[in-house]
């Protein structure tokens, strides 16, 4: 996988989310470019630079979104639960995407939502378990965890809506990856004929 490639996506991404947050009321089930592009990558790259690389978005995620504390700062930066949630929700699309067909936008947009919420999930537990262990008058503000899972399942559903069209782009310009093992026309390693010999 080209890195250089990696890095001006992520940024890019981080970007979108940003603007995104500005037409969506609520800001926190605004759609994630970064999950799509994280679901793409877990989707096509090898298993070791699947993770690394959504360990890197999740950490972007993180370092790109504050938190209200209550007596507390005004916001503060938890480096750590987008970066585990989306190591996770990797994972789980590396576990199923050899069963489904790797090129193809429905199996990209089914794996936002699989992947997306799972990810989602243990971010809101990562949550939940620092605002009961931290000392009493750094709680996170009106914290309801019921309530972050249904906004952040929202935001898993826009983002998948929001892979129709981020998908389409970035399996046009796959080639720009290099992703090593990748796939050629959309058949397995052991189904390519070999090149003729004549």
Do not use: C
């Not at 990797?90 to 199923?96: G, K």
């Amino acid at each position: 996988m080209n890195w250089a490639i990696f890095a001006i996506f992520a940024y890019l991404a981080i970007v979108i989310d940003r603007g995104l947050t500005v037409l969506f009321p609520d800001t926190a089930a605004a759609p994630s470019m970064t999950l799509v592009l994280m679901v793409y990558l877990a989707m096509s790259a090898p298993p070791w630079k699947v993770m690394w690389s959504a360990l890197a978005l999740g950490l972007l995620v993180d370092l790109s979104r504050k938190i209200t504390l209550v007596d507390g700062p005004a916001a503060a930066v938890l480096i750590g639960p987008n970066a585990l949630g989306y190591v996770i929700g990797a994972y789980l699309v590396l576990q199923v995407r050899a069963m489904l067909f790797r090129h193809s936008l429905l199996s990209l947009l089914a794996l936002v939502v699989a992947g997306g919420m799972l990810a989602q999930l243990v971010t809101v537990f990562l949550l939940s378990v620092r605002g009961l262990s931290i000392v009493p008058g750094e709680a996170v503000a009106q914290w309801s965890a019921i309530g972050e899972v249904g906004t952040r399942f929202v935001q898993v559903i826009y983002s998948a809506v929001l892979a129709l069209p981020a998908g389409w782009l970035l399996m046009r310009i796959e080639p720009l990856w290099q992703f090593a093992g990748g796939k050629t026309g959309g058949l397995p390693q052991s189904q390519r004929r070999a090149p003729s010999r004549r």
